[in-house]
């Protein structure tokens, strides 16, 4: 494997690779080692014996990218999401084959991003695997804000945070209390308390703005008044994650480092570059440019795959998108809560919902200010309500830094029960553009009294 390796290096940069050994883990997070869990060794040996040097490393590439992740056997409604936009097939049929496709592409950009952060040095890796940990959450936004779909922006960055700290924490709490009944599991308090305290900071910037639309005087006064709030607390909340990221990367970059003890099998594989910094760079590119398309077929295909399966727009951008194009993660996390190693958990799961909330979430606030959109973190009073109460669920459940099956059987109970919400409510598919969804039936005249 070092060899190969080496070999992967010298052939495309003509040098020794940079921060390869175990002192220098080029920035390796709880994500990436939650990505890892899924992928599979790859055996060269037919590859090794194409005498054309650049034959085989492009195959050796493809091998490893391609080929080397248990969910390859999903990569097949890629080509086929294209086929159906392209030959009008149904709607519903892209929506879901752009949807599966979405799932080992966002696995794979995990793994790009950590073979290319493996020549970069643990800083710039860092930097690097903190930006790209969401990518399709946040692709999957910019496109609906094209599309001027503000409410399926937020149903999609909501459905996601709502998910990583309900859905994903919660299964990995409970299977990893089951796969663990006669050992207590615990955690490092500190990683989680940090995460928790961004996630109320975030909480309070969407609580002011619905506040305000409900406690104003007058529609206009308060939408215009509400949305002047969202755009500086967006600016706020952007400096926050950078100050965030000065603090898990610099400062006190170790109660953030996933911690692997190297008991698994393929442990030592996972400690070296397969690809070289060039070949991973142009992978990633590309990869980023498929998510890119398959994102636009979702946002413009949601619509019509609401109305045809009979579901709200609402449930589909929730519960549907953030469970089925973050599987992976999901996974993964769950992988590692069944090896009693519930910090790389804790940190896929609160490490994604915070940058999610503090740094996708106002960065499409303002990307929307400079287009001219009126988005702002109003996200009504039921949405708003649903992640105040899986916030602080969250916070109840990981207070004393120890775990067992049922905290994570609640906390998967209050998942479902919030899914069911937004299962039972009707969204009228028209209504997705609008930047503001609101029950007026049931809150104005509560707020008003």
Known sequence: MGSRNQEAWVMENGGNPKGLSKETRHGRTAHNMSSSSLRKKSDLTLVSKVHSSPLRNVL???????????LSVLFPAIPLAVVAQCFGFARPWVFALSLLGLTPLAERVSFL??????????TVGGLLNATCGNVTELIIAIFALKNNKIAVVKYSLLGSIISN????????????G???????QKYDRRQADMNLLMLFVSLLCHLLPMLFHYGGASAGDTADSSLQLSRVASIVMVIAYCAYLVFQLWTHRQLFE??????EEGANDSEEAVIGFWSGFAWLVGMTVIIAVLSEYVVQAIEDASDSWGLSVSFLGIILLPTVGNAAEHAGAIIFAFKNKLDISLGVSLGSATQISMFAIPLCVIVAWILGIK????FNLLETGSLALAIITTAFTLQDGTSHYMKGFVLILSYIIIGACFFVQRTPSNQTNVPNITLKSATEGVFRA
């Open 60 to 70: 050796a590439n493809i091998q490893e990218v391609i080929l080397g992740t248990k």
């Open 113 to 122: 991003t950590e073979q290319v952060a493996y020549y970069t040095g643990p």
């Open 165 to 176: 700290v309900l859905l994903v924490l919660g299964t990995s709490l409970f299977c990893g």
């Open 178 to 184: 089951l796969a663990n009944l006669r050992q207590e």
């Open 258 to 263: 996933a911690r692997d003890e190297g008991d």
């Open 375 to 378: 988005m702002d973190l109003n």
